[in-house]
C-alpha cells in the first residue's frame, strides 16, 4: 500500500480536533508540564478524573528535564525517591537520605504513566487568561505558544474545568493573571502573590508541601509557583517536594469531588 499525504494531514488534523473538542470541558485543567503538574495529572486522572495539561513549550518536564544546570540528572530525599519508586524509576543513594534518578528517565516516565491513566497534554498552548464567574475561576483561556511568542493578534480560545492547577513554577502565571485582572483576594498573607525568597533547599522543601492548597476559588496552586505565591524560597535541583506536591494537590482535589 503506497501512502496517501493527504490522508496523514487528514488523520492529525481530525484526530487532534476530536481530541482537543473532548477536552474543551474538563474537570481539572493543569497549567504546566512540570514535575508538580505530571504528578497531580497521573493521581487526578488515575481516580477517574478527566484531565488535561497545558504546556506552553514544545516539550514536557518544565524545569525537572535539565536537571541542575542542564547536567541532567536530580536529586530526591527519602520520601520523594517513594514516589519514584512507586513510577519504577530507578534511583541510586549518593549519600544517606540524597538520592539520584535520570532527569529525562523521571520526566518521560511520569508523563507516560498520567497519559496512561487518561491525562492529555496540549503542549505549544499558552493559558494567557481565566474565565471568572461569581468569584470562581470556571476556566481558561489558550493560545498557541507561537502565536504568543510573535506577538500576532490573534484571539484565544476558551476551556471549561471544575478546578485548576496553577503548576506553572517560579512564574506563577495564572495568579498573576487574576491577580492583574479579577477582584479576587487569594488565600495569602497579603491576599496578593508574596513572591518567592532566595535558595534554602531544606526549607523551600517542605514549605512548597505546605504551601500546595487551594489560594482562591477554583484555583489551587501546586510545586514552585506554591512557595512564590505563598512567600517560600527556592530550593534549587531537589525534587521531591515538587513529586509530593503534585501529589498533595491531587488529594486536595479530589476530597474537595
Ligand atoms: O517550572 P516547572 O518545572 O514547575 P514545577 O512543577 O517544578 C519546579 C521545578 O522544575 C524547579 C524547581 C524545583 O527544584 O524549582 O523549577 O513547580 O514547570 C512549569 C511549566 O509550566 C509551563 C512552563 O513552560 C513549564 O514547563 N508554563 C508556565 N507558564 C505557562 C506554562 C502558561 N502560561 N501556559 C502554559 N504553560
Known amino acids: 500500500m503506497s501512502l496517501n499525504e493527504v490522508v496523514i ?19 481539572t485543567a493543569i497549567v504546566g508540564a512540570g514535575p508538580s503538574g505530571l504528578v497531580a495529572a497521573y493521581f487526578l486522572a488515575k481516580a477517574g478524573r478527566k484531565v488535561a495539561i497545558f504546556e506552553r513549550k514544545l516539550s514536557i518536564g518544565g524545569g525537572m528535564w535539565g536537571g541542575g544546570m542542564m547536567f541532567n540528572e536530580i536529586v530526591v530525599q527519602e520520601e520523594g525517591k517513594e514516589i519514584l519508586d512507586m513510577f519504577d524509576i530507578g534511583t541510586r543513594e549518593y549519600e544517606p537520605g540524597y538520592y539520584t534518578a535520570d532527569a529525562v528517565e523521571s520526566v518521560t516516565t511520569i508523563c507516560s504513566n498520567a497519559m496512561k491513566a487518561g491525562a492529555k497534554v496540549f503542549n505549544c498552548m499558552s493559558v494567557e487568561d481565566v474565565i471568572i464567574r461569581e468569584g470562581r475561576v470556571t476556566g481558561l483561556v489558550v493560545i498557541w505558544s507561537p502565536v504568543e511568542m510573535a506577538g500576532l493578534h490573534v484571539d484565544p480560545l476558551s476551556i471549561s474545568a471544575k478546578h485548576v492547577i496553577d503548576a506553572t513554577g517560579h512564574a506563577t502565571e495564572v495568579l498573576h493573571v487574576i491577580e492583574r485582572k479579577a477582584d479576587v483576594v487569594l488565600n495569602t498573607k497579603t491576599g496578593k502573590i508574596m513572591g518567592e525568597r532566595s535558595m534554602w533547599a531544606d526549607k523551600a522543601e517542605r514549605l512548597t508541601i505546605e504551601n500546595t492548597k487551594e489560594i482562591c476559588p477554583g484555583v489551587f496552586v501546586s510545586g514552585m509557583a506554591a512557595n512564590a505565591a505563598f512567600g517560600g524560597p527556592r530550593m534549587g535541583p531537589v525534587f521531591g517536594g515538587m513529586l509530593l506536591s503534585g501529589k498533595k494537590v491531587a488529594e486536595l482535589i479530589i476530597s474537595a469531588g
Open 9 to 27: 494531514t487528514k488523520a492529525i488534523i481530525e484526530r487532534f480536533s476530536q481530541k482537543f473538542l473532548e477536552y474543551t470541558e474538563v474537570d
